[in-house]
Nanobody
Framework: QVQLEESGGGLVQVGDSLRLSCTAS????????MGWFRQAPGKEREFVAT???????SYADSVKGRFTISRDNAKNTVYLHMNNLKPEDTAVYYC???????????????WGQGTQVTVSS
């Protein structure tokens, strides 16, 4: 069973950048698809980005062109680079491992505890 731990969240201003990290332990994630989701207060958890084992990526329309998902297999870590942050990006960000095809919450498992991102205007 893989354990995932997110880090890198914080309080930033509109237009700032942040890099979130998701470090895995207990299992090598090199051959796993990995994803980032987020959940704002009072809203459902939503898909942000995913990267498969070969580096193929996909993004939610709301973050396309601003966020980049990447992975460093040597560090067993997945990143989410977030640029030009907006107040609507405020949420708890979670990483998870792909367990089956698809980009919905139920297609992922081994969820981390999340890291808070707050974008202040």
């Amino acid at each position: 069973q893989v354990q995932l731990e997110e880090s890198g969240g914080g309080l930033v201003q509109v237009g700032d950048s942040l890099r979130l990290s998701c470090t895995a332990s207990g299992r090598i994630i090199r051959w796993s698809g990995m994803g980032w989701f987020r959940q704002a207060p009072g809203k459902e958890r939503e898909f942000v980005a995913t990267i498969n084992w070969s580096g193929y990526t996909s993004y939610a329309d709301s973050v396309k062109g601003r966020f980049t998902i990447s992975r460093d297999n040597a560090k067993n870590t997945v990143y989410l680079h977030m640029n030009n942050l907006k107040p609507e990006d405020t949420a708890v960000y979670y990483c998870a491992a792909h367990i089956r095809s698809g980009n919905t919450v139920t297609d992922f498992g081994s969820w981390g505890q999340g890291t808070q991102v707050t974008v202040s205007s």
